[in-house]
């Protein structure tokens, strides 16, 4: 079943002088207990996607169009009062660098408990401490931390904080935007492991937000790949990984060292994404492509089923090496 349904969604930043389309036409259907990755570069839209499914774009400076069904609900629809009850309830958040928002003056406890009775107004200090210090403990923190400040925590700690607020109401959705991106690479994957083994225990969804393609592949059982405010392939992890079908996934991969097989030399992607104030034609990712045709600068490309589990956007659909003859072979 369906937990969340994003239907041709449209975010468009406006300024004085122009418009800059974020997000182009991006569909996701997300299940219950499902774990997404969305990968791309910076300027790639990711969390521009995910702040308009917590409907936290500024309406002065965007449009969106399209639609967000959260169990069958419109998000965009939504009053803001009745978006209250679903917002941090049953979606949560944990950004890169969250800790940041917390106070410096007040102990971790009381900002926590405090932050938790504003929505159990009727649950006791005493037991909003026993769950909070359950929460700390399931992220892997000491009940001490429940008595110190934020000075006193390493990044890495805070960060764990920051996790266990975004628990504190057993959401249904949990959403990571390079929540642990700033922390080193041990600590990191210390609180990656935590976070596998504590949706199981809540049989959460979650979708998170990254640039290390490595990440999702370990952590992840589906893959979105972004770039210019587009989906250009998405599937099951571990056959889009295993056989790529767009050259900018295939590009990312060859950027990323290996530990296996023969060494070769990591190769990274020429070029930087489009200028989004201006209307591109064809292929976005065509300036940057090692494959490219002249019919794809023409051309936009559709989705593909590749495989039942496995969605393309390119002209090239098949195996790169067959590319010539595909396009020699259809007509248009």
């Given at each position: 079943?369906?937990?969340?349904?994003v239907?041709?969604?449209?975010?468009?930043?406006?300024?004085?002088?122009?418009?800059?389309?974020?997000?182009?036409?991006?569909?996701?259907?997300?299940?219950?207990?499902?774990?997404?990755?969305?990968?791309?570069?910076?300027?790639?839209?990711?969390?521009?996607?995910?702040?308009?499914?917590?409907?936290?774009?500024?309406?002065?400076?965007?449009?969106?169009?399209?639609?967000?069904?959260?169990?069958?609900?419109?998000?965009?629809?939504?009053p803001?009062?009745?978006?209250?009850?679903?917002?941090?309830?049953?979606?949560?958040?944990?950004?890169?660098?969250?800790?940041?928002?917390?106070?410096?003056v007040?102990?971790?406890g009381?900002?926590?408990?405090?932050?938790?009775?504003?929505?159990?107004?009727?649950?006791?200090?005493?037991?909003?401490?026993?769950?909070?210090?359950?929460?700390?403990?399931m992220?892997?923190?000491?009940?001490r931390?429940?008595?110190?400040?934020?000075?006193?925590?390493?990044?890495?700690?805070?960060?764990?904080?920051?996790?266990?607020?975004?628990?504190?109401?057993?959401?249904?959705?949990?959403?990571?935007?390079?929540?642990?991106?700033?922390?080193?690479?041990?600590?990191?994957?210390?609180?990656?492991?935590?976070?596998?083994?504590?949706?199981?225990?809540?049989?959460?969804?979650?979708?998170?937000?990254?640039?290390?393609?490595?990440?999702?592949?370990?952590?992840?059982?589906?893959?979105?790949?972004?770039y210019?405010?587009?989906?250009l392939?998405?599937?099951?992890?571990?056959?889009?990984?295993?056989?790529?079908?767009?050259?900018?996934?295939?590009?990312?991969?060859?950027?990323?060292p290996?530990?296996?097989?023969?060494?070769?030399?990591?190769?990274?992607i020429?070029?930087?994404?489009?200028?989004?104030?201006?209307?591109?034609?064809?292929?976005?990712?065509?300036?940057?492509?090692?494959?490219?045709?002249?019919?794809c600068?023409?051309?936009?490309?559709?989705?593909?089923?590749?495989?039942k589990?496995?969605?393309?956007a390119?002209?090239?659909?098949?195996?790169?090496?067959?590319?010539?003859?595909?396009?020699?072979?259809?007509?248009?």
């Amino acid at each position: 079943m369906s937990i969340l349904k994003v239907k041709n969604l449209y975010v468009k930043y406006k300024t004085k002088d122009t418009q800059t389309l974020a997000v182009n036409n991006v569909s996701l259907d997300i299940k219950e207990q499902d774990s997404i990755g969305i990968v791309g570069e910076s300027g790639s839209g990711k969390t521009t996607l995910i702040m308009a499914i917590l409907r936290l774009l500024s309406n002065r400076i965007t449009e969106v169009k399209g639609e967000i069904l959260f169990d069958g609900v419109n998000l965009l629809r939504l009053p803001d009062n009745e978006l209250t009850q679903i917002r941090w309830k049953e979606i949560a958040a944990v950004f890169q660098k969250s800790m940041n928002a917390l106070s410096p003056v007040h102990k971790i406890g009381n900002q926590m408990s405090d932050i938790y009775r504003i929505h159990k107004r009727h649950i006791s200090k005493s037991k909003a401490k026993q769950r909070m210090i359950h929460l700390l403990e399931m992220v892997n923190l000491p009940s001490r931390v429940y008595e110190l400040y934020p000075h006193e925590l390493s990044g890495g700690m805070m960060q764990r904080v920051a996790i266990a607020l975004s628990l504190m109401h057993n959401p249904k959705l949990l959403i990571l935007d390079e929540a642990t991106t700033a922390l080193d690479v041990v600590t990191q994957g210390q609180i990656l492991e935590e976070i596998i083994e504590i949706e199981k225990e809540l049989k959460t969804t979650r979708i998170m937000i990254t640039h290390d393609i490595s990440i999702v592949a370990n952590m992840c059982k589906k893959i979105v790949i972004m770039y210019a405010g587009k989906v250009l392939e998405s599937g099951d992890v571990k056959e889009v990984i295993s056989n790529p079908q767009h050259p900018y996934t295939k590009g990312l991969l060859k950027s990323l060292p290996s530990f296996k097989g023969e060494k070769g030399k990591i190769k990274g992607i020429s070029g930087s994404l489009p200028d989004l104030r201006t209307s591109v034609q064809g292929c976005i990712f065509a300036d940057r492509c090692e494959y490219v045709m002249d019919f794809c600068r023409k051309q936009t490309p559709l989705d593909h089923d590749f495989t039942k589990n496995h969605k393309v956007a390119c002209h090239l659909v098949g195996g790169i090496k067959s590319a010539e003859k595909q396009i020699k072979n259809r007509s248009y």
